[in-house]
């Protein structure tokens, strides 16, 4: 463990309670602390210069929760939450903390929690995604669940990926389509071409223009999708198959 050094932010409105975190931390040479931080805003900008690998992030701050703070960082460091209060375990699991300690932190249990990051398994495929799963969608100003099943079609934007829901709202995330086309349903989503996937079941009208082109028309899209040939025939056979079924 000692050959593993992680860069360590705790943000606390409380400087006893950073403080007593920090003698704690002391024992455990694989933690450096680099900064401290007491709200969210301080926070926020603190990460954007110091890039920690690990927040220990109080919930209950004056000027937002620790859940307000988790869309500001990018790319998201280890969170392991640490509160006073036990009612936001389930939430703190949902936006993927490493773990949720409650105060006043015991010294086993923090070592606990540390070796979850240390034996941390390595990145392996990503799960495959069912309909009525829940997506935490995260972007620079918010975060917020949606269903699996409640998203239309994703575009590919640059660095990003559009999302389009049902309900006509949409949100861009850092994600790349290959990653979309291997965890989503495939009785489900389609992958027309490399920048667009849909939700079959929000396919509305396609509108044949010519031998070469076609115009769709989405639940959930701002306007209609022009689509080549080749997109034309993988959409109008998967329509077929489901008709089949």
Known sequence: ??????????????????????????????????????????????????????IFLDVQMPDGDGFSLLPKLEPLPTIIFVTA???????????????????????????????????????????????????????????HVVFVSQISGIEAQENYTRIYLANGSKEFLRRKMNHWEKVLPETLFLRLDR????????????????????VLEMAGFPKPIPLG????ALLRKALRLRNQV
């Open 1 to 54: 463990m000692s050959a593993l050094v992680l860069r360590t932010m705790i943000v606390d409105d409380e400087a006893p309670a950073r403080e007593f975190l920090g003698d704690i931390l002391s024992a455990h040479p694989q933690i450096k602390i680099v900064g401290e931080a007491n709200s969210v805003a301080t926070a926020a900008s603190l990460y954007a210069d110091l890039r920690p690998d690990l």
């Open 85 to 143: 209060f036990d009612a936001f375990a389930i939430r703190a699991f949902d936006v993927n903390a490493i773990d949720y300690l409650l105060k006043p932190v015991r010294a086993d249990r923090l070592a606990q929690a540390l070796e979850r990051i240390v034996h941390k398994p390595p990145p392996t495929n990503p799960q495959k995604l069912r309909e009525d799963d829940r997506i935490v969608m995260k972007s620079d100003s918010r975060m």
């Open 195 to 214: 920048s667009l996937i849909v939700n079959l079941n929000f396919v509305g009208n396609l509108v044949m223009e010519d031998r070469d082109k076609s």
């Open 229 to 232: 040939r080749v997109a034309t």
